[in-house]
C-alpha cells in the first residue's frame, strides 16, 4: 500500500465536536449525519481559514478511550491543525506527539483503505505497528487518534498513530 510515515509534535484540532459509540456501528452513521450537517450549516468557511499547519486540510478526528468504562464511546471532530486562537462557539483538543503512516486516497476509496490498513498493512508491516487496536470488535484500545485529512476535491489521506517494531 502507498504510504509514507510522518512525524509530528504535538498540534491542536480546533473545530465542532460530537460524541458517539462504536456500538451496533451507530458511529458511522453520526460521523456520516454530522458531516452533512456540517456542510449543509457551512461551517467549513469557519474552520478552513484556521488552517495554518501539518495537516494541512479539513480534518476528522477519532479520539477513542474517551470514556474509562466504555471502550466503545469516542469523540469525533471536524476541524483545523492550527496555531490560532479558539473562536467561540468552536472546541480544541491536544493531539499527542506521534509517528503517523499516512494513506493517500480518494472519499470513495476511503473505506477500503481504512479495511486494508487494519487487515492487510497493520499485520504484514515489518517496520511498523498500528497504535490503535480493537477496529473489528469496536472495543478500541488506542495509542493517538485516527485522522481522515481532506485535502483538495475527492482527495484525501488516512492518518493513523504508528510505532517502530
Do not use: H
Request: glycine share 10%; proline share 5%.
Amino acid at each position: 500500500m502507498e504510504n509514507r510515515i510522518v512525524e509530528l509534535e504535538n498540534f491542536k484540532l480546533v473545530g465542532v465536536k460530537m460524541g458517539s459509540t462504536n456500538e451496533n456501528q451507530q458511529g458511522m452513521k453520526d460521523c456520516e449525519a454530522f458531516w452533512n450537517s456540517f456542510i449543509s450549516g457551512n461551517k467549513q468557511e469557519a474552520v478552513a481559514p484556521l488552517i495554518d499547519r501539518e495537516p494541512f486540510g479539513v480534518i476528522g478526528a477519532s479520539f477513542y478511550n474517551v470514556d474509562p468504562e466504555d471502550s466503545k464511546k469516542f469523540d469525533y471532530y471536524i476541524a483545523a491543525a492550527t496555531t490560532a486562537e479558539t473562536p467561540e462557539g468552536m472546541e480544541e483538543v491536544e493531539v499527542p506527539a506521534n509517528t503517523w503512516a499516512v494513506f493517500p486516497c480518494t472519499g470513495k476509496t476511503a473505506g477500503t483503505t481504512q479495511i486494508e490498513i487494519v487487515t492487510k498493512w497493520g499485520p504484514e508491516s515489518e517496520e511498523f505497528e498500528l497504535l490503535n487496536t480493537g477496529y473489528m470488535t469496536g472495543e478500541i484500545s488506542s495509542g493517538g487518534p485516527d485522522l481522515e485529512v481532506y485535502t483538495q476535491g475527492e482527495n484525501m489521506e488516512i492518518w493513523v498513530p504508528v510505532k517502530r517494531k
